[in-house]
């Protein structure tokens, strides 16, 4: 496994690039945006292919590296389904999980420093957001923060983890790099507290300074969806209204690019072919199922997913692959049901 672990030091933030081997998927947790240019290089030295950007929560001290992540890589976003960020490519709830080749990760909702904050559980180890941080908790005084909350993400979630889970967290602000579970109930001074009360008036007196980015970050951080409409002006989006009235119609072939998770979840528009979005540009290319799809039947491809946001990198993609006709269903799923599009389980 290659695990790399990249430090901000302007905000202090630890970000994660994770892979199975080299030649394989890699994801990215919490990027920062100064940073993009140090990821995509260690990405083509170490020969991964970034498929996943995820933010553990809606940050108010730096500025998230998600949409230009997406922007170079092509990669999925993916936050809480409470993040209150315009548009994400994925969200996700408790328990569910983010896959990549060889990885998985298992989200947990640990609210508290965040009404939005999660924690990613990868077999051995846990990236604790600003949720449980190394001898400290993350504030709990903005951003909808609940110390309430975060005793019970931390009490009743991380620390019921296993001693020697490692504990990898978003922040640091001493040098420490890496902890574990063990470690933290033991010498964690915010988790040596008797009762949820006695936490909450800890954090409550804690009195810090705002963040300095705090008035940039959260507005920035939360608009990071695609600009869709860039790819409406195109001409290359539909309404969900429109895929509606040609539903069932000959000539077209919607494309879901969800992941079955997804789509066990939301269910799935009858009539439409699966390809996941991380296969897409192998089925454009020469001799790929979509590329033979739209050739030999002459079938205009219309792509969609959750939210429009992968849908309007594929119809760009099919676009440069030469598939004029194709276009997307802007809004993704969320504008199909807002319409009462039909969907089968
Ligand atoms: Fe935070």
Request: net charge negative; proline share 4%; with cysteine.
């Amino acid at each position: 496994m290659i695990l790399r672990q990249l430090f901000d030091s302007t905000s202090s933030t630890y970000s994660y690039l994770i892979a199975s081997r080299h030649g394989a998927e890699a994801l990215i947790i919490d990027p920062v945006i100064e940073k993009v240019d140090r990821y995509v290089q260690l990405l083509k030295e170490l020969d991964l292919r970034l498929v996943k950007a995820i933010d553990t929560h809606l940050h108010a001290d730096h500025i998230t590296g998600l949409p230009a992540l997406r922007e170079r890589t092509r990669c999925i976003t993916v936050m809480g389904e409470q993040a209150k960020a315009d548009v994400v490519s994925i969200r996700v709830s408790d328990g569910e999980h983010v896959d990549i080749e060889g990885i998985s990760l298992k989200a947990l909702y640990t609210p508290g420093h965040t009404d939005d904050s999660y924690s990613f559980l990868m077999a051995d180890r846990v990236f604790t957001g600003d949720t449980l941080l190394i001898r400290g908790t993350g504030r709990t005084d903005f951003q909808n923060g609940d110390p309430r909350a975060q005793y019970d993400s931390l009490f009743g979630k991380l620390l019921m983890l296993p001693d020697e889970t490692l504990v990898y967290p978003a922040h640091d602000y001493k040098g420490d790099t890496v902890s574990t579970i063990g470690e933290e109930k033991a010498f964690n001074p915010r988790l040596q507290v008797k009762s949820v009360d006695e936490y909450v008036e800890l954090m409550n007196s804690l009195d810090l300074p705002n963040p300095k980015m705090m008035d940039v970050a959260v507005p920035t951080n939360m608009r990071v969806g695609l600009a869709q409409d860039v790819v409406a002006e195109k001409g290359w989006a539909l309404s969900a209204e429109q895929v509606k009235g040609s539903l069932g119609r000959p000539e077209i072939a919607l494309i879901d690019l969800r992941e079955e998770q997804e789509r066990r979840k939301e269910g799935v528009i009858p009539g439409s072919l699966h390809v996941p979005y991380p296969r897409l540009e192998g089925e454009l290319e020469e001799g790929g199922l979509l590329q033979q799809l739209a050739k030999d039947t002459g079938k205009r491809l219309i792509f969609y997913c959750a939210f429009g946001e992968r849908s309007a990198m594929a119809v760009q993609a099919a676009q440069r692959a030469g598939l004029n006709a194709s276009r997307h269903m802007q809004g993704g799923l969320q504008a199909w049901k807002s319409v009462g599009g039909s969907l089968r389980n």
